[in-house]
């Protein structure tokens, strides 16, 4: 079983910012790649931003230029910086991890992200 610690998140107004990090430990065979992906109410779950253990980086188009993924400075760790956001960026926050072999993906216990005045 995957352990996920998730911290971060918070209310901001719009223009401001915060920075979501997880860590994953426990049952782990390999470390494919870690992301972070968001759901508002009433809408799915879709990927924010993800980085592989190689560094390559993708971003989804509504965050590109203000969010950046990172690995942490400790192992098994990502980190997603979050700048000028808006009214819109408002979500649940989940972390994932992708152990690849065809493995569903693995996700943290979510934490809240809420952009308002």
């Known amino acids: 079983q995957v352990q996920f610690v998730e911290s971060g998140g918070g209310l901001v107004p719009p223009g401001g910012s915060l920075r979501l990090s997880c860590s994953v430990s426990g049952s782990i065979i390999n470390i494919k790649d870690m992301g972070w992906y968001r759901q508002a109410p009433g809408k799915d779950r879709n990927l924010v931003a993800e980085?592989?253990?190689?560094?390559?980086?993708r971003y989804a188009d509504s965050v590109k230029g203000r969010f950046t993924i990172s690995g942490g400075n400790a192992k098994n760790t990502v980190v997603l910086q979050m700048n000028n956001l808006k009214p819109e960026d408002t979500a649940v926050y989940y972390c994932?991890?992708?152990?690849?072999?065809?493995?569903?993906?693995?996700w943290g216990q979510g934490t809240q992200v809420t952009v308002s005045s």
């Open positions: 994932s991890l992708d152990q690849g072999y065809g493995l569903d993906l693995d």
């Open positions: 980085i592989t253990t190689d560094g390559t980086t």
